[in-house]
């Protein structure tokens, strides 16, 4: 029995279960395999860089859902999804952000309806939906590095603690946004995701309130990466490593982003009860099982330094 690479539910026939298909499109009962490989995904992305609006390091492509072709289609503009095929220097990129992003809705972090789907080479595509648009309509949506005056090349250069005055300036409701951020930035340590800079955090603004928006670019980067030294992007107290429960809880969440006491423990008693399901929903991931082990030692490493 396979397992759909969209809900990891186990399924008897056919590549996706019944509701990942009805969360595609209710009118949509079959999705055929998108008609690229892995190397004509990334050449389509090399070819049409200059004419979409999303960047980044991994190649990207802008597609829609064609409902009654039951299939993605690639396009320059217009695209309500992004496509990332599998990437030729680290290993199961798609397969890890597509259970990070999984564990992340686990712990009550918002994030965007995602998945994987198959190539014409049998291959894994991740897909996210794009969280900036409604229907054709654009939301107003800006990175932290726009807020900060920063660029793509200077987007590692501030600090945990400086993103604070961003949310106080910006946000409708700041102390919500600030208990999302400290959901976060735990999240980032626990399942080692090392890159999230400046680029990686934005806020949105939907129906006139502005806050943090879903989350997105989620990876364990410590094992797609390997050799990486550093725990955090962003330095924290002036450190990237060796952090530890104090930083995060007395430090961070309660000094700097000034939360109440019950709603840290409110945090802390969200990841105890999430963490013990964590590893369930790893086992049904499409890492492979050598990444498998390696993610969850990540996970138990830095749990037991946060006594979590």
């Known amino acids: 029995m396979s397992r759909c690479p969209i809900t990891y539910e186990s399924i008897g026939e056919g590549r996706y279960s019944q509701k990942a298909l009805r969360k595609l499109s209710p009118r949509l009962d079959e999705l055929l395999d998108l008609p690229y490989s892995v190397e004509e995904q990334i050449h389509e992305a090399e070819k049409r860089a200059t004419k979409m609006s999303i960047q980044g390091v991994q190649p990207k492509l802008s597609a829609k859902l064609n409902i009654k072709g039951k299939v993605f289609e690639v396009v320059d503009t217009g695209g309500c999804f992004i496509l990332k095929p599998q990437n030729q220097r680290y290993r199961c990129l798609p397969e890890n952000e597509a259970i990070t992003m999984h564990l992340a809705s686990a712990v009550g972090i918002e994030t965007p309806f995602h998945g994987m789907i198959y190539a014409k080479d049998s291959t894994l ?11 054709y309509r654009k939301r107003a949506l800006e990175d932290f590095a726009q807020l900060a005056g920063l660029s793509r090349e200077t987007k590692y250069n501030y600090s945990m603690e400086r993103l604070v005055p961003i949310l106080e300036q910006y946000c409708t409701f700041p102390k919500l946004e600030k208990l999302k951020l400290f959901r ?9 995701n090392e890159d999230a800079h400046l680029k990686n ?3 949105i603004r939907i129906n006139r309130k502005v806050g943090l928006s879903p989350a997105y670019d989620l990876l364990n980067t410590t094992i797609a990466m390997k050799g990486v030294t550093e725990e955090l992007a962003l330095p924290l107290n002036g450190n990237k490593s060796n952090l530890n429960r104090d930083l995060f809880f007395d430090y961070y969440a309660s000094d700097r982003l000034n939360l109440t006491e019950r709603a840290i423990n409110q945090v ?41």
Do not use: P
Request: charged residues 30%; proline residues 0%; aromatic residues 18%.
């Open 184 to 192: 976060l930035t735990l999240f980032n340590y626990l399942v080692g």
């Open 201 to 203: 955090f934005s806020l």
């Open 125 to 135: 595509t991740y897909f996210i939906k794009r969280f900036d648009r409604r229907g």
């Open 268 to 308: 802390d008693q969200e990841f105890k009860s999430s963490i013990g399901s964590w590893k369930s929903l790893l086992e049904k991931s499409f890492l492979t099982e050598e990444l498998k082990q390696q993610y969850w030692e990540v996970i138990s490493q830095r749990r037991a330094i946060l006594e979590l």
